[in-house]
């Protein structure tokens, strides 16, 4: 990932301290936990558009 943008999102104060426990579990940046949590959902995504057209 050697391009970066950067953007602003706007999340609920709790959603965003449970994702810092998270990231701070898995010895993660929020950033980069959300990253990886964007990159799955998108893996899982296309995954299913994949198995509906089947």
């Known amino acids: 990932m050697s391009d970066i943008s950067k953007t602003t999102i706007n999340l609920p104060v709790d959603l965003k301290k449970e994702l ?3 990231a701070i ?3 993660t ?3 980069g936990l959300i990253i990886k ?3 799955e ?3 899982s995504r296309n995954k299913t558009v994949v198995s509906d057209e089947d």
């Open 29 to 31: 940046s929020l950033s």
């Open 37 to 39: 949590m964007i990159e």
């Open 25 to 27: 579990d898995e010895d």
């Open 41 to 43: 959902g998108m893996e």
């Open 20 to 22: 810092k426990k998270m």
